[in-house]
């Protein structure tokens, strides 16, 4: 395990420094292995450990080549704007989908957090966010039924909850304390956001709140892939 990860290291240091650019070829099996002086499996799993990671891809027949790691986008944690418009007003090639929205069995965080009882109903509604196709994060919203009675119905549709907030009259919000932390995906989380086990998720929860009313109108958990964002706190 030491010398793939001395193989590894090597190789990170030299994308890293320049010596490779995005789409060149790295150097065979083979070669890695005589120049480490390990067995050809060694430098196979090490390319293979990489590929997880995101630096390298490869090609049937061809080798092993750079991956283009250029996207990294500035995430700004805040409340003001929705990540929709940020990701829009960047320019990207931006889409938000829904992906599911059904009600929660009682959960004593969420519940206490919108100030619901236990005989209320609470939702969940998931977007997908995508930018040139490629899913980039997660966003889950827990909405309480006694504050948008229509959630059950309308929650199947949205695509962002700051237009949906906006169309029931909320135009300020602020959020509460932001609770961040990092983890490695779920085998559901892995499928939804195409990446490995190794890709680490950055999982952000906090309250967004109306600024006027100072009414609590979701728990949000969000999950952003390690490796596209770059974050401004």
Known sequence: MSEEMDIMDHLIASIQSGK?????????????????????????KAYERLQELGYIYSKQGKGSFV??????????????????????EMGYAYRSQ??????IEFNNKIYESLGVGEEDRVFKIGRLRSIDGRPIALHISYVAETVFPDIGSAGK???SMF???????YHRFRSNETFLRLTH???????????????PLLVLESECIDSDSGRTLEYGKTMY???VFTYVI
């Open 157 to 159: 549709a949205i695509t």
């Open 20 to 44: 490779y650019e995005p789409d060149d070829k790295l150097p065979s099996e083979n070669e890695l292995a005589d120049t480490f002086k390990v067995p050809r499996i060694t430098a196979r």
């Open 185 to 199: 995906p779920t085998k559901y989380e892995r499928e939804l956001l195409a990446c490995s086990s190794l890709i």
């Open 163 to 169: 237009h949906y907030y906006q169309n029931r009259g």
């Open 67 to 88: 991956q283009d790691r250029n996207l990294r986008i500035p995430l700004v944690l805040n409340a003001d704007k929705s990540f929709s418009q940020k990701m829009t």
């Open 98 to 103: 829904n992906i599911f929205c059904e009600p």
């Open 225 to 227: 892939r390690g490796d």
